[in-house]
């Protein structure tokens, strides 16, 4: 992809915007801490296993990030946090309580912090300091499912105002049989994740969609997606209140993985497997690939600290 220079307006937005980008690598299994630009970057955690998701709560001074396992077959995926300087290292959820954890979300308001398990099936919630670890939706059971791409759980968003929980279902790769599925925080009264009767489809017979962002101000759900061109390899928003045709607003991605929104920004950062970091305006323009061969990257996180 060629790398689009930065303009004036870019250059104001970066200087003006505190913040640091949070960034997981898969090949040296480590994570990096940097300046929006790409400058200043330290590499803060190392000694991960395939790290995946992550979410930063600047206010309690920590990251959170997801090992999806030393092998995908075994369920020996874990959770740990650790401060924003990569100090005290604990671990919250320990290896055989999740399978292949995914993209992470934090809801800081409400202490829980929220995450897709691939290969396990499910989307899962945990309290912060690890207790009560709870399966809010479970889409199979078994190994006969587990071979089944269409129930595996990815990417998720948490919409913390209206109570509803959004989660990606990517499907065969290439499959065009990708989902984006929508249902309450809470499971409905004398239901179960198997079987509750809330869960919607908002999108459906997508290329291969993984991670998910919610703008809750606006409304509108962001989310990277890995199939081929032209719709894979992509970018794509929607609003999640009215029925409205996806929006491709960043192409021709390397195996795209990561985003996240920084919306009093108006800007989004993106990560793919290529090993490359893009920043745009929320509508995709103002494109800048301003990191790239920067290995196998896969979550990625702003926040202001």
């Keep these: 992809m060629t790398t689009t220079h930065t303009n004036s307006s870019s250059v104001s937005q970066d200087t ?153 279902q990517k499907g065969p790769d290439n499959g065009d049989q990708g989902r984006i599925l929508r249902a309450d925080l809470e499971i409905p009264s004398g239901e179960d994740p198997a079987t509750r009767s809330d869960i919607e489809v908002l999108f459906d017979h997508l290329p291969e969609p993984i991670d998910l962002e919610f703008d809750e101000e606006n409304r509108v759900l962001y989310w990277t997606d890995r199939g081929d061109p032209p719709r894979g390899n992509t970018v794509n928003r929607a609003p999640v209140d009215e029925v409205a045709t996806p929006e491709i607003v960043i192409t021709h991605l390397l195996e795209g993985i990561g985003i996240t929104i920084d919306v009093a920004g108006s800007r989004m950062f993106v990560t793919d497997l290529g090993g490359s970091v893009y920043s745009a305006q929320l509508d995709g323009s103002n494109l800048r690939n301003f990191l790239y061969a920067q290995g196998n990257l896969t979550g990625v996180a702003y926040a202001e600290v």
């Excluded at 998701?53 to 959170?64: F, S």
């Excluded at 292949?100 to 929220?114: H, I, V």
């Design 16 to 168: 003006v915007c505190s913040g640091r980008l949070f960034l997981l690598e898969l090949s040296s299994n480590s994570i990096y801490s940097m300046n929006p630009d790409g400058s200043d970057r330290k590499t803060i955690v190392t000694d991960c296993h395939l790290p995946d998701g992550i979410a930063v709560d600047a206010h309690a001074g920590h990251i959170y990030w997801t090992n999806m396992g030393h092998a995908l077959s075994a369920n020996d995926g874990s959770i740990e946090r650790a401060d924003l300087d990569g100090n005290n290292r604990v671990v919250i959820v320990p290896q055989g309580l999740t399978h292949t954890p995914k993209q992470l979300q934090l809801d800081r308001d409400g202490g829980k912090l929220y995450w897709c398990d691939r290969e396990g099936m499910r989307v899962m919630r945990v309290n912060c300091d690890g207790s009560d670890i709870e399966t809010l939706v479970e889409t199979g059971r078994g190994d006969n499912d587990r071979h089944d791409q269409n129930r595996w759980c990815v990417g998720v968003a948490v919409d913390r105002v209206h109570q509803k929980l959004y989660w990606t």
